[in-house]
């Protein structure tokens, strides 16, 4: 069992900055991958950003140059650092890693944080 903590969502005005965080605890060998997600109303759930557990990240076209996500291996966390927030990325941000679990450390097993809320105003 692994649980995923975020926090940092918050209300920002446009060109504002917030920096999400996400605690991974339980009974973890290895974190793999670590996502964020983000989803609106009626929106599908759109991948944000990934680091791998080396440290090489991806972004989603429309956040590239503005956001940048990073991780503490030693604290098992992950981030997620917004600039210039625009409100079209107002929405839910939902973090995902992969999990080895000690005991069955050749397996992968994925889990979700429940979100917290980003809200942009103009």
């Known amino acids: 069992q692994v649980q995923l903590v975020e926090s940092g969502g918050g209300l920002v005005q446009a060109g504002g900055s917030l920096r999400l965080s996400c605690a991974a605890s339980?009974?973890?060998?290895?974190?793999?991958?670590m996502r964020w997600y983000r989803q609106a109303p009626g929106k599908q759930r759109e991948l944000v950003a990934t680091v791998s557990s080396d440290g090489r990240t991806n972004y989603a076209d429309s956040v590239k140059g503005r956001f940048t996500i990073s991780r503490d291996n030693a604290k098992n966390m992950v981030y997620l650092q917004m600039n210039s927030l625009k409100p079209e990325d107002t929405a839910v941000y939902l973090c995902?890693?992969?999990?080895?679990?000690?005991?069955?450390?050749?397996?992968?097993?994925?889990?979700w944080g429940q979100g917290t809320q980003v809200t942009v105003s103009s």
């Open positions: 339980g009974n973890i060998f290895s974190v793999n991958d």
């Open positions: 995902y890693a992969i999990v080895n679990h000690v005991g069955a450390s050749q397996l992968d097993y994925q889990y």
